[in-house]
């Protein structure tokens, strides 16, 4: 597990986005925000709550029904030197700007070798019985696209840090926050300036028998799967992606080959998912420390369900990993 600098705050994942922001704008100028809601309201989940009374409506912009055009004009202001961080009301939204992401944002630098130093804010996931269209996991459409960074933090801590990394990146970054996590789950965080690096994985939990790997909210369900498991003398490790691309094939292939092992867990549907390009990394690069198959758990190939009984049935749960860790322990 990475070792952490002292923290004296009990922060929500919300307030710990919240609080990376107001620091990148503090310390750097050219940084601003554009979104939807984001100023006078404070951003359909609070994040900016405050924000354009102390930093004005120059640099906290609310726009108007026109992702793509936003992120247009956000792409132009990072190519001339700003630090633009846009907020995606719900991260479905994000399809209507795609073609100002992976066609101009994405192949800028490799077109003009200008730096293009924007992050683009999602919340995403299910579990708020929000149905189809606020619910969705989109990095998997994005990680297939060169030129972009996709992060998917699932710790306050970590929130707070990649956020930072992110702002500070000279690369367009895509930054999925779960919404379910916002005010769910605390942690203390320091309160001093801190980063997180993009592209490290973290092994959240120590184990030899067996491996998951994950991101995102289903981390939670992971290291509850991992405890249950702790009980019937089974010792799971549990690897937080943090990063869906680039991936750290280091970390990934270093914690198979001390337990040989994988369960591949992630909330977006099934089929070419992050879970299929894990799978094929350790095939092709560890299948000699297997001792089993390699198990994704996740999404169905569904849109998500408004009603509640079937979102949780949609939905990777506690039971689902334990099922699979007593099928992976028998190998």
């Known amino acids: 597990m990475s070792m952490q600098p002292s923290g004296d705050r009990e922060t929500t994942f919300i307030d710990a986005i919240s609080q990376a922001l107001w620091e990148e704008m503090e310390r750097d100028q050219s940084v601003f925000m554009m979104g939807e809601d984001i100023g006078i309201y404070g951003g359909a989940f609070k994040a900016t709550k405050g924000?354009?009374?102390?930093?004005?409506?120059?640099?906290?912009?609310?726009?108007?029904?026109?992702?793509?055009?936003?992120?247009?004009?956000?792409?132009?202001?990072?190519?001339?030197?700003?630090?633009?961080?846009?907020?995606?009301?719900?991260?479905d939204f994000i399809s209507c700007g795609w073609d100002q992401i992976v066609n101009t944002a994405a192949k800028m630098h490799y077109r003009t070798r200008e730096a293009v130093p924007m992050v683009i804010r999602g919340p995403s996931g299910a579990g708020l019985r929000a149905g189809p269209f606020h619910s969705q996991s989109p990095e998997g459409w994005f990680a297939h696209v060169p030129g972009l960074k996709v992060v998917v933090p699932g710790t306050p801590?970590?929130?707070?840090?990649?956020?930072?990394?992110?702002?500070?990146?000279?690369?367009?970054?895509?930054f999925f926050e779960h919404k379910y996590l916002y005010r769910r789950l605390k942690e203390s965080i320091p309160t001093s300036d801190y980063t997180v690096p993009i592209g490290k994985a973290d092994v959240e939990r120590e184990g030899d028998d067996i491996t998951i790997i994950t991101y995102g909210a289903m981390l939670q369900i992971a290291l509850e799967a991992a405890r249950r498991a702790q009980d019937k003398g089974i010792s799971v490790e549990v690897v937080d992606l943090r990063t869906i691309y680039p991936l750290d094939k280091e970390t990934i292939l270093n914690s198979i080959a001390k337990t040989s092992r994988a369960i591949m867990l992630y909330e977006d549907t099934r089929t070419l998912g992050i879970g299929a390009e894990v799978s094929a990394i350790i095939a092709e690069e560890g299948f000699e420390y297997l001792d089993g198959p390699i198990i994704r758990i996740s999404a169905p190939d569904a849109p998500v369900p408004y009603s509640p009984p079937l979102e949780d049935y949609y939905l990777p749960s506690v039971d689902d990993v334990v099922s699979a860790i007593d099928r992976l322990s028998a190998y």
């Open 51 to 91: 924000f354009i009374e102390h930093f004005g409506p120059e640099r906290i912009i609310d726009m108007p029904i026109a992702e793509e055009g936003f992120i247009g004009m956000a792409v132009g202001a990072a190519l001339m030197g700003m630090r633009p961080v846009v907020e995606m009301q719900y991260a």
């Open 157 to 174: 801590y970590d929130a707070k840090g990649l956020l930072k990394s992110a702002i500070r990146d000279n690369n367009p970054v895509i």
